[in-house]
């Protein structure tokens, strides 16, 4: 068990809809990462939190948003969903930014969104 | 932002002593090398990290030559269930991302 906690673990939506992603982090780390994994794109950096702020971009749609709340948990938003979009969905947390020696992260058992 | 290569797959037997070469000619000064372990369906789960030489724990060893463009993942006496996808991650420096490779996919045989 890595301590990072998402939910749901499984969500089967239709085409068009919008979908709300939940994450918890470890206790005491204050960066969240977001990673998409698809079988033909592998894991993908969507975007990073750290305590509260947005710290860094990846390919992230236009469609998907995120956020990180005041108690650290965050939430990545996926709106108007296409096929395409069907993925496993990854937070991961660490202590701190993500710079220097700060390179571990803890992912959890990730969410598997299917769009149908 | 340093972009890394590695062999798509690799094929061992258990027992052996199994090396995984990730080439980063781009990395920067302030990056470290940090290998992460996948199995299906699951969160990628870290290894090892290093800056230069070698580093050793309880599961691995990380080779880094003096010029840190390339870093070796050796994993001693391989067993059926170290078969998983092995990403080599540079980062963490100014970039402050975590940007994950293709990865090598690594299949132990009895």
Known sequence: ?116 | LAKTTQPISMDSYEGQEVNITCSHNNIATNDYITWYQQFPSQGPRFIIQGYKTKVTNEVASLFIPADRKSSTLSLPRVSLSDTAVYYCLVGGGATNKLIFGTGTLLAVQP
């Open chain 1, 1 to 116: 068990d890595s301590g990072v906690t998402q939910t749901p673990k499984h969500l089967i939506t239709a085409t068009g809809q919008r979908v709300t992603l939940r994450c918890s982090p470890r206790s005491g780390d204050l960066s969240v990462y977001w990673y998409q994994q698809s079988l033909d794109q592998g894991l993908q950096f969507l975007i990073q939190y750290y305590n509260g702020e947005e710290r860094a971009k990846g390919n992230i749609l236009e469609r998907f948003s995120a956020q990180q709340f005041p108690d650290l948990h965050s939430e990545l938003n996926l709106s108007s969903l296409e096929l395409g979009d069907s993925a496993l969905y990854f937070c991961a947390s660490s202590v701190g930014v993500g710079a220097g020696s700060d390179t571990e992260a803890f992912f959890g058992q990730g969410t598997r969104l299917t769009v149908v």
